[in-house]
């Protein structure tokens, strides 16, 4: 049997929400000590709703709730301030970060480490949008999901040689080869380490990386695509 409980005051962002019947909400948010909560938000629909205009999506919440099964009842939400709206590209790489947390990131499964660098590369964005802090984030996603890259050793255990290239096989790690290789998951040896260390100044690590990041998050998505990807091809095709 399933008891009953109450959350008060959990720091949240909201990563998606959907229309419930005809005047509420059900709420997927990502919570510091909860990890990622559905919750269903009453009425939060109707115009004179206090949680309508707070319940928006990159801005930092605090959220109370209660309940129990997978579903619960959102109670109070509060907004918390100091966060810039995100607009433009940078609302783009958002709603991306947000995708990401909805599909890979397991209910209920607590990952205080990566709300407060979600919470991070928010700010960063509303900065200034860059690549670089996309590629930070799915390596610190990845790390905490338990799918860590390997970086500075090859599957055989030796130091990764910057100036060697090498196969990158998903759930195995860096394979070295005798000559400069081909195909998506062919990288150099410099990439790996820069990567390591998120140093992303060099043009080629970035593209590179790009292409692996893209294919690890491709494997553990079990071949489900990201609207989020399809906006940006499209919008690069405009």
Same mark, same amino acid.
């Given at each position: 049997m399933q008891h009953r409980h109450k959350v008060d005051g959990q720091p949240a962002y909201v990563l998606h929400s959907y229309p419930f019947r005809e005047t509420s909400l059900i709420v997927e948010a990502f919570s510091r000590d909860y990890g990622r909560v559905a919750l269903l938000a009453r /009425?939060?629909?109707?115009?004179?709703?206090? !949680?309508?205009?707070? *319940? !928006?999506?990159?801005q930092p919440l #605090?959220?109370?709730?209660?309940?129990?099964?997978e579903v619960q009842t959102l109670m109070k939400a509060e907004w918390q301030g100091g966060q810039p709206l995100l607009t433009g590209k940078a609302?783009?790489? /958002? &709603? &991306? *970060?947000n995708e990401l947390l909805v +599909?890979?990131?397991p209910r209920?499964?607590?990952h205080p480490r990566l709300f407060s660098f979600y919470a991070e590369v928010l700010r960063r964005f509303a900065l200034t949008p860059r690549e670089s802090d996309i590629r930070c984030f799915e390596r610190a996603f990845l790390q905490e999901?338990? %799918?860590?890259?390997? *970086?500075? +050793?090859?599957?055989?255990? &030796?130091p990764v040689d910057p100036d060697?290239? %090498? =196969? &990158?096989?998903?759930?195995?790690? @860096?394979?070295? *080869?005798?000559? =400069?290789?081909?195909? @998506?998951?062919?990288?150099?040896?410099?990439?790996?380490?820069d990567l390591? #260390?998120?140093?992303f100044s060099d043009a080629r690590t970035l593209l590179e990386a790009k292409q692996l990041m893209r294919a690890l998050i491709a494997h553990y998505l079990g071949g489900k695509s990201l609207e989020t990807r399809k906006i940006f091809m499209e919008y690069h095709e405009l």
């Open positions: /009425g939060a629909r109707r115009a004179r709703s206090v !949680m309508r205009g707070v *319940l !928006m999506a990159f #605090e959220l109370s709730w209660a309940g129990k099964g609302l783009f790489c /958002g &709603y &991306y *970060l +599909n890979l990131l209920e499964d607590a999901l338990g %799918y860590g890259l390997l *970086l500075l +050793n090859d599957v055989n255990g &030796y060697g290239f %090498y =196969a &990158y096989e998903i759930e195995r790690g @860096p394979v070295r *080869l005798d000559v =400069a290789g081909r195909g @998506p998951l062919a990288i150099r040896g410099k990439t790996l380490i390591a #260390e998120d140093d």
